[in-house]
């Protein structure tokens, strides 16, 4: 598998990605059950609010060899933020637009 990880812009300060990269390495949540070797492709913010660039740094991780994108979980689940993403099924919606059928796309990471 080879992933690209889209992050929330707002929790970079507090979060570096370390609990999403725990669950790849470990093959747990989404990644439970992965076949072979968990390559991580790139690891974007959504470029703010309200997530516009989102869909379109998919769409070059996908030219780039991901055929998985996952939002992580401070997007989808609101952790360490405190709320979720109010801007997560358009998001989604948009990020499904642009890479097409054939590509998975996770709604977290842990």
Request: aromatic share 4%; charged share 25%.
């Amino acid at each position: 598998m080879k992933v690209g990880l889209i992050r929330c812009m707002k929790t970079e300060d507090k979060c570096q990605g370390k609990m999403c990269f725990k669950a790849i390495k470990e093959k747990k949540s989404v990644f439970k059950g992965a076949e072979g070797d968990i390559e991580i492709v790139g690891f974007v913010s959504c470029g703010g609010c309200p997530g516009n660039k989102a869909a379109a740094r998919a769409a070059n991780m996908v030219k780039r060899g991901a055929n998985t994108i996952a939002l992580t979980t401070c997007i989808t689940k609101g952790n360490p933020a405190g709320c979720v993403c109010p801007h997560l099924q358009k998001m989604k919606e948009e990020i499904a637009k642009q890479v097409g059928e054939g590509i998975t796309v996770f709604d977290h990471t842990h």
